[in-house]
């Protein structure tokens, strides 16, 4: 598996690829310099239950702890992964 991130400045998003085929993708849109709004995660069907989602959400903790950003996780499955796991909520805003 493999996530790669892409931006331009107003949005942007982490893809996740398995055999280099497109898995999924979790989009974001700025919101200021130091945060970042989760809007969207979704993973195609046939991989769906693997774990790609939650994968591309610590993708995306990772980036905001290198970056010194904080996320707002507005996307119904992305704020499930902020609930569930409390040792993220470093970056929430």
């Not at 903790?61 to 499930?80: G, M, Q, S, T």
């Amino acid at each position: 598996m493999k996530i790669e991130r892409e931006e331009d400045r107003r949005k942007g998003r982490f893809v996740i690829y398995e055999n280099d085929k497109f898995a999924g993708e979790m989009t974001y849109v700025w919101a200021g310099k130091s945060k970042f709004i989760i809007d969207h995660t979704g993973v195609e069907e046939n991989y769906s239950g693997r774990g790609m989602g939650k994968q591309m959400v610590m993708a995306a903790v990772e980036y905001a702890r290198d970056n010194n950003l904080k996320i707002l996780p507005l996307c119904p499955f992305a704020k499930k992964v902020f609930d569930t796991y409390k040792e993220i909520d470093d970056v929430r805003a």
